[in-house]
């Protein structure tokens, strides 16, 4: 059972930064498609970012340019770092996976972690 912990979240003023990361405990780091989610109140799951096992990274259009996915196989861990932070990036932010390629549907991952809280405040 892979297992994915977050760290990282916090409450900031709009324009901030803030810098997620999650550890995953699987040996075969390398063989996972990694992405981080986000829950906003009142809202649908939306993919943030991913990364494949080819390294390909994929952006949601609403955090391009703001937002940067890392992958570190050393330490088997994922980080997002959130820069110009809107108070619409509030959201329950948490770090998915799935052994191979990256699925194309919500419902298709397989490991989540708990979350971690964002909260921007204007």
């Known amino acids: 059972q892979v297992q994915l912990v977050e760290s990282g979240g916090g409450s900031v003023q709009a324009g901030g930064s803030l810098r997620l990361s999650c550890v995953v405990s699987e040996y075969d780091f390398k063989d996972y498609c990694m992405a981080w989610f986000r829950q906003a109140p009142g809202k649908e799951r939306e993919e943030v970012a991913r990364?494949?096992?080819?390294?390909?990274?994929v952006y949601a259009d609403s955090v391009k340019g703001r937002f940067t996915i890392y992958r570190y196989y050393s330490n088997h861990t994922l980080d997002l770092q959130m820069n110009d932070l809107k108070p619409e990036d509030t959201a329950m932010f948490y770090c998915?996976?799935?052994?191979?390629?990256?699925?194309?549907?919500?419902?298709?991952?397989?490991?989540w972690g708990k979350g971690t809280l964002v909260t921007i405040c204007s």
């Open positions: 998915v996976s799935q052994r191979g390629n990256c699925p194309l549907k919500l419902a298709s991952w397989d490991y």
């Open positions: 990364i494949d096992t080819d390294g390909e990274i």
